[in-house]
C-alpha cells in the first residue's frame, strides 16, 4: 500500500447566521492501495443506487469512520465499507459533487 490518502473527519462547530452548520476539517494522512471497481463491485452499489468511482484498500486499524477522503487532490465520499478481515477494511467510494 503506497498510496497517500487523507481521512477527512468533519465536526460541526456552530451555525452561520442564516442557520447553517458551520463545519471544521480534521485531515490525516494513511497509506491506501487505489484501484478501479469491479464490474461485480459497480454492479453491487449501482443496485443500491451508488456510483463507486475508486476503491481503497487500507489497514483497517487507520479507519476511524471517516465519510470522506482525498486522494491526488480529488476528494470522495465513502458509499460502503468491507471488511475481509481483521487487519484491512476497503472503502467505496463516489466522486464529490461540487455545487
Known amino acids: ?12 462547530i456552530g451555525q452561520n ?14 497509506f491506501a492501495e487505489a484501484r ?11 443496485r443500491e443506487g451508488v456510483d463507486v468511482s475508486i476503491v481503497f484498500r487500507m489497514n483497517s ?10 486522494h491526488e487532490g480529488k476528494r470522495y465520499a465513502v ?3 468491507s471488511v475481509p478481515n481483521a487487519r484491512e477494511i476497503f472503502l467505496y467510494c463516489s466522486d464529490v459533487k461540487v455545487s
Open 1 to 12: 500500500m503506497d498510496d497517500d490518502l487523507y481521512l477527512i473527519k468533519q465536526k460541526e
Open 17 to 30: 447566521e442564516d442557520g447553517y452548520p458551520i463545519k471544521k476539517e480534521a485531515c490525516r494522512e494513511v
Open 36 to 46: 478501479d471497481p469491479t464490474t461485480r463491485e459497480s454492479f453491487r452499489a449501482n
Open 61 to 70: 486499524i487507520d479507519y476511524e469512520g471517516e465519510r470522506l477522503v482525498k
Open 79 to 81: 458509499e460502503q465499507t
